[in-house]
């Protein structure tokens, strides 16, 4: 998909990373501001997020359908 968009792989995990703020926020309003995404792999499309307290992580985790479809 990305190549057929023209994009490399390094510009689309930078995209990811820049903009998960944004996607963060349109998925789950109260966790904005408490995750930061830190690594994405655009082979296998894993994002690395560091919440910053456990109960946030657990949060996120229940979130992540949301989210997926948000970022999608």
Known sequence: ????RGMAAPVAGG????????????????LS???RAVAFDAET?????VPDV??????LRWSASKLTAVAN
């Not at 995209?15 to 109260?30: G, I, K, M, N, Q």
């Not at 456990?54 to 949060?59: D, K, L, M, S």
């Open 45 to 49: 499309g894993r994002l690395d997020v």
């Open 15 to 30: 995209s990811v990373l820049a903009d998960f703020d944004a996607v963060l926020a349109a998925a789950v309003p109260e």
């Open 1 to 4: 998909m990305m190549t057929e």
């Open 33 to 35: 501001g408490r995750v």
């Open 54 to 59: 456990p109960a946030v992580g657990t949060q």
